[in-house]
């Protein structure tokens, strides 16, 4: 189960691949053993770290016989010299880019034909600090003490609720107003429910390592298919449009609704880096919030760029309603009536908030 168990080890987990990216190469060309041996390397060692809008200035070094060298970020192909000699100065606008953990390679096609790569990993950052707010308590609500909460949702007025754990997780709609659940579906032992979202008259609901998403009819809640995909899943919204996933990293991920094909990702960065464990998501007004698992903390993200735009401190709230429950973990926004709701893991309340 994805609770206190093994909270430790994947927080451990998460804060390596936070820092530890390793940059895939180009399939076609070879990297020497011997880095010494390039015929062309840039002449910066270290990976570096730069904010969105900055134009950097680099340069590599020629030594050997060089037909073609040619600048990529990822697979653009950003500039190319033929027959190039001695020190090459160049100009990389990241601006050009979104946020996140970019491969930067420079392949030399030598006149014997052999090509080779020399890569670097670019991380951009936002270049904008988050603005900071803080949620507050307005009206509480019980929430079933029994609900590993996974994902919250209202569609035309009604609350939905996904929970989690093996031989407990459901979909269900709730009565606000006292907590009570007035119709809900099981899923199978075997599988552990995550986040949910609503599109028409369908409900996405993802499921932890089974690699799985179930699609159900929003009215009667039965299972109308299951579509695969690769990885964990955590949290789920939409955008009206595309589905938007993530998987406890600081990936999201957009999917076609009909196809669960990915269409697009963004990586999710602050001035400072990645902000990994993203949980729960909900579209607000444009923009998705999210939990960041562990933390009494939910961020606003651009859904364009991944930049965090602000940062909610939720401490209050997990105060008011945690009780004996585990971890802040449950957005729901009304737009009906306009007011935001969140909980956690099995707490026994659910509370309206503002946000200042």
Same mark, same amino acid.
């Given at each position: ?15 390596? #691949?936070?820092?530890?990216?390793? &940059?895939?190469?180009?399939?076609? &060309?070879? %990297? ?24 950097? &200035? ?25 027959? &190039?000699?001695? =020190? ?22 030598? +006149? ?26 307005? =009206? ?21 609720? /996904? ?55 929003? =009215? ?17 919204? *939409? ?7 993530? *998987?406890? /990293? ?36 444009? +923009?998705?919030?999210? *939990? ?11 859904? #364009? ?16 309603? =945690?009780?004996?429950?585990?971890? %802040? *973990? ?8 306009? +007011? ?17």
């Amino acid at each position: 189960m994805r609770g206190k168990q093994i909270a430790v080890t994947v927080v451990i987990i998460a804060v390596i #691949a936070s820092f530890i990216i390793v &940059p895939m190469l180009k399939q076609s &060309p070879t %990297l020497p053993e011997d880095n010494e041996d390039l015929a062309a390397k840039f002449t910066f060692v270290e990976n570096l770290a730069t904010n969105f809008g900055k134009k950097v &200035p680099l340069s590599f070094e020629v030594t050997g016989d060089v037909a073609k060298a040619s600048i990529y970020m990822n697979d653009s192909l950003l500039k190319s010299w033929d027959n &190039p000699k001695g =020190k090459i100065n160049f100009t990389l606008d990241v601006s050009l880019f979104g946020v996140g953990a970019k491969n930067l390679s420079l392949v030399s096609t030598l +006149k014997n034909g052999e090509e080779q790569n020399d890569t670097r990993l670019i991380r951009i950052l936002s270049d904008i600090s988050p603005e900071q707010l803080k949620a507050t308590v307005v =009206k509480s609500y019980v929430h079933n003490s029994s609900s590993f909460t996974q994902g919250l949702e209202f569609n035309d007025g009604t609350l939905f609720e /996904s929970t989690g754990l093996n031989g407990k997780s459901k979909i269900a709609k709730v009565d606000l107003s006292n907590g009570v659940i007035k119709q809900e579906i099981g899923l199978d032992a075997t599988y552990f429910g995550e986040g949910i979202t609503i599109m028409g008259d369908k409900i996405y609901q993802l499921t932890w390592q089974d690699q799985k998403c179930f699609i159900y009819d929003k =009215k009667t809640l039965q299972i109308e298919k299951d579509v695969p995909y690769t990885g964990e899943g955590w949290g789920l919204c *939409n955008d009206g449009k595309s589905l938007i996933m993530s *998987n406890g /990293s600081e990936m999201l991920t957009f999917r076609n609704p009909e196809t669960f094909q990915i269409e697009r990702t963004i990586e999710v960065y602050d001035q400072v880096g990645p902000r990994v464990r993203l949980n729960e998501l909900e579209y607000i007004d444009g +923009k998705i919030y999210a *939990n960041i698992w562990m933390l009494d903390i939910i961020i606003v993200i651009d859904p #364009a760029s991944g930049k965090v735009l602000s940062e909610i401190d939720c401490s209050e709230v997990v105060k008011a309603g =945690k009780g004996g429950g585990e971890v %802040l *973990n449950g957005i729901a926004y009304n737009p009906q009536n306009k +007011k935001l709701y969140l909980t956690g893991k099995n707490w026994s309340n659910l509370l309206e908030v503002s946000i200042k």
